[in-house]
């Protein structure tokens, strides 16, 4: 062609390189309610948010509601329930953390066990 | 300052006094209680790398309040602070976590904060951290940090959660698999949905999703593009990456990595004409089909032939729930339909018709008591303190003006109504205004043209009125003129008019006319293809390699005689050859997204290097006037004018206004809003210019007919570029999302209330113009007529500068020559004064010229052929040098310019006596004694004919010689007519003229070019200040006495 305008210089798909790979990501889907999202990290120190940690192995996201130079607060989806190892999001109404993540169903059959001031939180 | 005397010991000096600060500082830590040390601490955490909050943003700025609470709240509980008990150690195994400790708030943060150690063998990190862990001040300020950072990524969480909730409850999520299964299984698919029902949104995610790679979603408006991609990237928590992107015009946002790309209707087609088969994108989605725009039904018929040469390939269609069986039909059938139902509350409707003679007010415009009575009706029937706002739709910027003021006095009164006008031509901050929430007891009236109906969708509307009328541009291929004509809306316009009522809760809907008009009015809207100039979609079809657009599969024909108008005045342009191919002109015309006539002034202005006035004036053509109607009302602003009106046209004048707002802009000086208001001028259309000026010239770099911005020599020119610059990121900004008006409006009050009709505006390469007949029999300030090639009896509109001085366009009674003639005296006025509205040449069928000297006549004839051949030379050569990367353009092509400028300057000033008139067609019956033909032996160029009129016999010519070449000259008219095309266009000079030449060349050598009547030079300038120049000299002419 003789001529090109502003209008056609889109961009062919560029031979992947690192800098067109897509980060990687993991699958997460809460047992309780079908959350489904793609999470950065799993584990207890997020590589990319600082001096913040975690004392259980969780699902972990960029926070995708602010630019990466603004902010790298970890967002947590969730982690698996200590009890029946299921994927469940941080909803209070899927389920509840003291020292472990519980699912909401494991801890009403636990519901006993915690302490008093967490039992309504439990929806028993 | 400090003077360093040996830079070498700097460093360690330095760090010295800066252990030394740190110990200093460490003393006076100590000496403060627990509460400032805490507080020093977190101030240390806050300003670390390793803070996920970076200072100043709005995460951090939230962290002083919420420790005071946090305290406060411990305080209450009787917690004490920093003897939170230690944290399980985190583990993947599922280890038996009974039984729990006692309740304490600290353990139900999963969250915790400790810098890292990043070198174990690093004894002062490993240290810090034991005294992180040990000292109370740290602990404290640890623990706070981490429940506030929990409380955060909390909220964060459930704003996703909240945005998920939100999408499922679209009622199109009810029809995912449904969709996705039917793309999967067939090459076309149509959605059907009313607005709300989250296609727009919630489909280009589904086939994300779903797998597809590369998704175009088009829409018809560049705004739309913006918009989605901003809404959808945040859906899909893409806001900060690339996965979805956008491209319009000027402006893209999309990288390798994007995968949906929202984009205009426009440009898609665009990408066709480089990649016929968009092999870059596996789905294409066309959104808001039923909007029925030339572009949207244009790329429709190509996707129904891409789609045959692609099987893979998906196309989805998105419309309304608005005729889709005439989609339906046009893949014949084959395109399974999904149905998604709107939320929609019921609504009541209520027709009101306007009595006739209520219909208009006195003054002639629209009345608007029925509208306020609506108001009133609403304050009666309806207590303030149920909520819900009025949404009106009128037809154009006048009558909404016009209800506003009125509504506006009745709110004044009532007190319980806030008035907002709605229009593509507010201000983006204007516009945003109708999206507040009015405060309790007051509600918004928004006065509104149609862009409410589908474009901009407003929350909480309750009730409708509808005046039932809509503006639309309308065209007459006849005497291809475009204006802006009020209709009915269709059915299905006032359908979705009424709709607006129920989209939050039930609503009400007051039609301003009656049931039986409802009836009546066509059950769709006019496509656009049916209503305006197809020269741009002809054009473009052709350039796209679609040899017949007659043979087109469009889904309504345009009528047949459009699309004829249409090839034939490409034809006319010189974009296509007879046989309706592709000139090299069209080509490049082809590839400007603007007007055919815009981009023809743009190449013409490349080809004769002025670049910078065609740049202004095809934007100041392009978008409204500035020019309001109070600049002619009220006598102090005509006057501030004045000075502005050049006796060459609106054209002109509308340049010069320009030209001087920049200068006021550039030395500052005087407020330019100011200096606008003084000479009534809307300085918002001025910024408009300068954004589409610049667009206009990107178009331009990019196809190279401009040159890239080479690098700025001296330091004054840059400077000058920077104040430009800033110029314009300030225009910019003010307009950052305003759409530029492409579409001509006839001038008149605010440019659109007003159906006036307005000449196209004249090419300077189009070989039409307008020119008066019968000066003499017009008054000045009379109205003058005139005629052009398509129509005659054109009354100039009275805001015209031309007839604020109609003197311009009269001849003079001193230069006129009444000459004995065989015609009847009226037409026998010969003068070379006669003013040509638009610049150039010679016309078809339509004006006789009547030279009294034959000699002259054909002379004349020669130089006007000459003319044309080294214009399409220079066209030519220019459009050949377009692929060389050349820095300087080729010496052919500048001698050939330079060439074509002086014989066109001294082609106005032609002293030849002549006169003119307007063929009527019964003329034309007694003009040609045999049918026009082309010439055959290629002597002649194809656009004249001869020895085809009557009186052409007649003529017998006395034998002379050539000025040119001395050689003598055939008495047969053609002979000499060729020959002296030829001495012209090998630039021979005659006789006199090289005389004169040899002698002043003798004298001042090298000379440039001299004005003829006051010896001054005119070297440097350029063809219209030249023209201007001498004009000087011809001071124009007081009229005659009748």
Partial sequence: MLLSCASDTTKTPAPASADTVAEETIPFTCCVCGLSEQCHYRGTRPPFSGFVQLTEPGYVMRDPFSARAACQLPVLLGADCTLCARAVCQDAGCSVFYTRRFCLPCARERAAEFPPQLRDKLGT | MVTVRNPGTRLTDMTEDAAQM????????????????????????????????????????????????????????????????????????????????????????????????????????????????????????????????????????????????????????????????????????????????????QLPQYLLQAGYNSIACTQPRRIACIALCQRVSHETLQQYGDQIGYQIRFEKRRTARTRVVFLTEGLLLRQVSADPLLSQYDVIVLDEVHERHLQGDFLLGVMKCLVRQRPELRLVLMSATINIQLFRDYFHGKAPVIQIPGRLFPIQLNYRPISVVEAVASSGRLNPAPFVRVLSLIDDRYPAEERGDLLMFLSGVAEITAVADA???????????????????????????????????????????????????????????????????????????????????????????????????????????????????????????????????????????????????????????????????????????????????????????????????LVLGSVLHQMGPVLSAAAALSVQTPLTNRAFRDPDCLANLKPLFSSHGDSITLLEAFVSWLQIKVTGKVRSRAWCGERGLEEQRFYELVKLRRQFMTIMEESRLLPKPARLVSAADRVRRHGELSQLRAARRELQESQPRRRRLARGPHGVGDSTEQQRDGDVADIEFQMRTNARDLQPGSDQVFHSASKPFVVLHPNSVLSFSPETLEIADSDVRVTAGPRPPRHSVTSDKHQLLAFVLVCDRWVEFLVSEPAAAQQLLARAVTLRRWWSRLLQTRLDNLGSEEQHEPEEESTLRGRLVAALIDFFHTDVFYSHKRLVPADLDGLYCREPEAETDGRLPPFIRYDCLISDSALSMEEETCPYCDNSLSTLPVERIVHWIRCIFEHKKTKDESAAAAAEGAATEPRGPVCEECSASLEGMTGIQILRHRRTHRPIQPAGEG
């Fill in chain 2, 407 to 601: 509504c506006e006095e009745y709110a004044r009164q009532a007190g319980r109504w806030i008035v907002l006008p709605l229009h593509s031509q507010l201000s983006v901050q204007d516009q945003d205004k109708v999206f507040a929430v009015a405060p309790d007891g007051v509600r918004k009236c928004i006065v509104s043209t149609n862009i409410a109906e589908t474009s901009v969708t407003i929350d909480g509307v309750r009730f409708v009125v509808d005046s039932g009328k809509v503006k639309e541009m309308s065209y007459d291929s006849v005497t291809r003129m475009q204006r802006l004509k009020e209709f009915w809306v269709s059915q299905a316009s006032a359908e979705q008019r009424k709709g607006r009522a129920g989209r939050t809760g039930p609503g009400v809907c007051y039609r301003l006319y009656s049931e039986d008009e409802f009836d009546m009015l066509a059950p769709y809207a006019t496509p656009e293809i049916q209503r305006v100039p197809l020269e741009s979609l002809v054009l473009q079809m052709v350039a796209l390699g679609l040899p017949d657009a007659r043979r087109f599969p469009f889904l309504d024909r345009p009528a047949e005689d459009s699309l004829e108008d249409a090839i034939r005045s490409l034809v006319q342009q010189g974009a296509l050859t007879a046989d309706e191919q592709l000139t090299p002109l069209g080509q490049m015309l082809s590839q400007l997204p603007v007007d055919v006539t815009v981009g023809k002034m």
């Fill in chain 2, 22 to 201: 740190i110990e200093n500082g460490a003393q006076i830590v100590k000496k403060m209680g627990l509460e400032a040390r805490e507080r020093a601490f977190l101030t240390d955490y806050l300003r670390s790398s390793e803070c996920p909050l970076k200072p100043g943003s709005e995460e951090a700025t939230g962290f002083w309040p919420f420790h005071a609470l946090y305290v406060r709240r411990l305080a209450a509980a009787g917690v004490e602070r920093g003897r939170s008990p230690p944290p399980p150690k985190p583990s993947r195994k599922v280890t038996e976590p009974f039984p729990l400790p006692a309740y304490d708030l600290r353990l139900a943060n999963p969250l915790f904060v400790e810098r890292r150690v990043r070198d174990r063998r690093d004894a002062r990190e490993l240290e810090r951290q034991e005294r992180e862990r040990r000292e109370p001040e740290a602990r404290r300020g640890r623990e706070v940090l981490a429940a506030y950072l929990h409380f955060l990524q909390k909220q964060k969480f459930a704003k996703l959660k909240k945005l998920r909730e939100a999408q499922r409850n679209l009622p199109i999520y009810q029809h995912r698999e449904e969709i996705l299964a039917a793309v999967r299984d067939n090459p076309v698919v149509i959605v059907a949905g009313d607005t709300g029902c989250g296609k727009s949104t």
